[in-house]
């Protein structure tokens, strides 16, 4: 194309007719004759300034400043939209666009302490149904909701199964139940088994249990880690049909109002599950007759 351009040169030069007419002749499009080389780069040049209503035009360093001094909040964790609207309510006039490129550079789109929920690197279960030898062999944890009348909102209930003997070895009661909690409370139960060898411990794809810092903790105390695939509680059968019996036994049989009320029984009735009530799974005997047989 360069060299049609010359020749349009050339004869206009040496002839003195119409760049039109010789441009027809040649047989290139007026628009590129006339279009100028961009060296590959389209458009043009970033700006280099952003508008502040109080500072006038900054440099883009003030921008980034500014969007570091927001992240440093404990609950601000966001992409380019919604900083730049934070931006926005700071004085800065700035395009979403602008910003993205901005935040591209600076490596602000991703934070490093944003927690991993991806659940990448997840083991899935092999087999649907487990069978155990003993105690403490394979472990179940899930989290049911509870509804508090006189707060007018759930409660969660957290709790954890051994599948051999059907005994709840731990569970924890709350309004939010967030991954420190849920690794709070397998530290306690491992403590108190002082950390048994080959535990496998199996739950659904809850954002608390894929959390990277709960899959880093299990695997620093060597306890293997099991997720269900998803729209299988059957894999995760003993949990589930845990938290089926006390919404038969106990939250469709009891007219409690408040959290503090169906805390203390939930407490009794785990007490009575694990040593007095009879599982026909097991034969017709207690969670704690099973753990004495081993």
Not at 253 to 276: A, H, M, S, T
Request: charged share 30%; hydrophobic share 35%; with cysteine.
């Amino acid at each position: 194309m360069r060299s049609k351009k010359d020749s349009v040169d050339t004869m206009y030069n040496k002839h003195k007719i119409s760049k039109t007419k010789i441009i027809s002749m040649v047989g290139i499009v007026s628009s590129s004759y006339y279009r100028e080389p961009s060296d590959g780069k389209k458009g043009n040049k970033p700006s280099t300034k952003t508008f502040h209503k109080t500072k006038g035009l900054v440099l883009q360093d003030a921008v980034v400043d500014a969007v570091k001094e927001i992240l440093k909040d404990e609950f601000i964790d966001c992409g380019y939209r919604l900083m730049t609207s934070y931006l926005t309510r700071e004085g800065y006039t700035i395009n979403h666009k602008k910003l993205y490129r901005i935040m591209k550079e600076e490596g602000l789109l991703k934070l490093d302490h944003r927690i991993d929920r991806s659940g990448s690197g997840r083991k899935f279960v092999k087999f649907r149904k487990v069978y155990t030898s003993r105690s403490l062999e394979c472990l179940e944890m899930d989290i049911k909701m509870v509804w508090i009348p006189s707060m007018g909102k759930n409660a969660y209930l957290l709790s954890v199964i051994d599948v051999h003997t059907r005994r709840i070895l731990k569970d924890y009661f709350s309004f939010n139940i967030k991954q420190n909690h849920v690794i709070d409370l397998l530290s306690e139960l491992f403590k108190n088994y002082e950390y048994p060898e080959n535990v496998v411990i199996r739950s659904d794809n809850g954002s608390q249990f894929i959390a990277k810092k709960v899959r880093e903790y299990l695997g620093l105390i060597g306890v293997q880690q099991e997720f269900t695939h998803i729209a299988t509680p059957e894999e995760n059968a003993h949990i589930e049909a845990y938290h089926g019996i006390l919404k038969k036994e106990v939250f469709n049989r009891f007219d409690y109002q408040y959290f503090g009320e169906i805390e203390q029984i939930l407490k009794r009735y785990v007490k009575f599950y694990n040593n007095r009530r009879l599982h026909g799974l097991l034969g017709r005997i207690t969670s704690y007759g099973k753990m004495e047989c081993g």
